[in-house]
Structures are given as structure tokens and as C-alpha cells.
């Protein structure tokens, strides 16, 4: 089956590399949420978690494997990315290949991978925005938790379910969101992401609800939105006052 990153493939990095947003807090929050995860550490308030220090990883939607790789340069015993699309999982297979870090991969749709391990970290970094139904949803979900061990955490980032539409927008950090479609619980949107030549794509922001309730019924016993952080250079920058004031990305932590 093809599809819409088939023909986006390797040139997908190019908006990692480039783009302000992806390059600074979406990086930066990544960071923080599965380094936290790794080391069985806690988010200040955070619910604990059994502590997955070196341990076994799963990366959901890895596209290319950027954070795959970031996963296990950080300390993971073992890293797997999972992704649908081919072309992006031969992306990620070519990095391997070329910077050798042990880690596998696997194509496959997330809604319907079943249980293949009992991981200590499930990481998904724009997964869910490709849930185009509550069903969508509740089936990313239940793969997310059923493939977790006991005590185990999924760490996501997403569309800020709180983002205010009238507010200020995400274009000056690289981002266009074009609202294309009102459903219940979410929007239809076109991405478009501005690296040269740009790169669009048909996602799905959803509302805090939808996510939080399809993650409670998979099972999980903690749900937490944990807001972007920006790093230590950024924070001091007035270029940043408009993600500050209206996030459009958010953190998202979950234990099983
Ligand atoms: C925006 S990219 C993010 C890739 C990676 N997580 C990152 O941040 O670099 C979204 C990825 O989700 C994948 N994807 C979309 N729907 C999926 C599904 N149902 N199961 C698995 N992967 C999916 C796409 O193929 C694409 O590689």
C-alpha cells in the first residue's frame, strides 16, 4: 500500500535539520521526555514510572528513524522502529547502514501491529495525528499500551490540543496548519512544512478529550500533557514569545 510519505521519503529530514520548530523545542521536549523516561526519571509533578533505565524502546511512526537514533545514542539497550510507510523505513535502514547503532526496523501500521514485545519506553512523535477517527485513535492506543511492560511509559508529541486557533500561528517557526474540516473532537488539516522545496501533508489535530480518553481506555493509569520546552538559548529569544504565548506542540507521558 502506498502511502503519503512514500513520496516524501529522505528528503523528510531536511525539515528536522531545518525547521525552527522541529529543530528547537520539538527536539528539545523529545529530549526531555524520553531522556526522563530512559533514566526512570519523572517530569517535575509527573506520575512515576517502573524506570526503563537502558531499556528496550519502541518508536512508533519513526519515519526515518530521527529519533530512533536520538533513543539510542541517548543509552537504549535496544531500539525498534516501526513505521508504514517503506519508503521511510528504507530511509531509516540507509542510516543504519551508514552510521551502525543496532537499531531494527519494521514496517507496519501501527493500528494493527498486534503485541510484539513488552517494551519499557513506547516513543510515537507524530503518530497520532494520523488517527482519522476515534477507532483510529483507540486502535493507536491499545498498540501503544499492549506493547509496554508493567510500569512501562509512552512518550508522544503531538498537536497542542490546546492550541488557540485565533491566536498566533506556527508559521514563522516553519509550520502552516490549514484547517480544512471540522469533524467532532478534531480537525482535518493540511501541513505544510517550509524547508525548501516545502513539504505538505494531510494530518488530523485532535482535541484533548478524544486523546486522553482512547489512552484511559487502552489502559493506561496515567495520561499527562506535558508542555514543549525550549532550549536554554531559546528561552531568553523574543522570537519565541509567540510559542510561548500559543504552543502549538505539546508533550505527551503516559504509564502503564
Ligand atoms: C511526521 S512523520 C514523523 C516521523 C518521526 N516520528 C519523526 O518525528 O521524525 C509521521 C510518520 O508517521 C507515519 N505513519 C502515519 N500513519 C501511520 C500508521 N498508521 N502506522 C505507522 N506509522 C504511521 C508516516 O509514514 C510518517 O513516517
Aim: proline share 7%.
Amino acid at each position: 500500500m502506498r502511502t503519503q510519505y512514500d513520496d516524501i521519503g529522505q528528503s523528510y529530514e531536511r525539515l528536522k535539520r531545518e525547521m525552527p520548530l522541529a529543530k528547537g523545542p520539538e527536539r528539545a521536549t523529545v529530549e526531555a521526555l524520553t531522556g526522563a523516561a530512559l533514566t526512570g526519571g519523572t517530569p517535575a509533578g509527573g506520575t512515576p514510572a517502573g524506570g526503563a533505565a537502558g531499556g528496550s524502546v519502541l518508536d512508533l511512526a519513526c519515519g526515518t528513524g530521527w529519533y530512533s537514533r536520538i533513543i539510542a545514542r541517548a543509552g537504549a539497550a535496544s531500539v525498534l522502529g516501526v513505521d508504514i510507510s517503506e519508503e521511510m523505513v528504507a530511509a531509516a535502514e540507509r542510516a543504519e547502514a551508514r552510521e551502525p547503532l543496532g537499531i531494527r526496523y519494521k514496517v507496519h501500521d501501527a493500528r494493527t501491529l498486534g503485541v510484539i514485545g513488552r517494551f519499557d519506553l513506547v516513543n510515537a512523535v507524530w503518530l497520532l495525528c494520523y488517527a482519522r477517527d476515534r477507532s483510529d485513535l483507540a486502535a493507536m492506543a491499545r498498540t501503544i499500551h499492549d506493547n509496554l511492560a508493567p510500569g512501562g511509559v509512552y512518550t508522544g508529541l503531538e498537536m497542542n490540543p490546546r492550541f488557540d486557533w485565533a491566536g498566533p500561528k506556527a508559521t514563522k517557526y516553519g509550520l502552516t496548519h490549514r484547517p480544512d474540516a471540522d469533524f467532532p473532537g478534531g480537525k482535518e488539516l493540511t501541513v505544510t512544512a517550509h524547508v525548501d522545496p516545502p513539504i505538505s501533508f494531510q494530518a488530523c489535530f485532535w482535541e484533548e478529550e478524544p486523546v486522553v480518553t482512547a489512552l484511559r481506555e487502552a489502559g493506561f493509569r496515567s495520561v499527562e500533557l506535558v508542555p514543549a520546552v525550549l532550549t536554554a538559548d531559546q528561552a531568553a529569544d523574543p522570537f519565541w514569545d509567540d510559542f510561548r504565548a500559543n504552543p502549538p506542540i505539546v508533550g505527551i507521558r503516559a504509564v502503564k
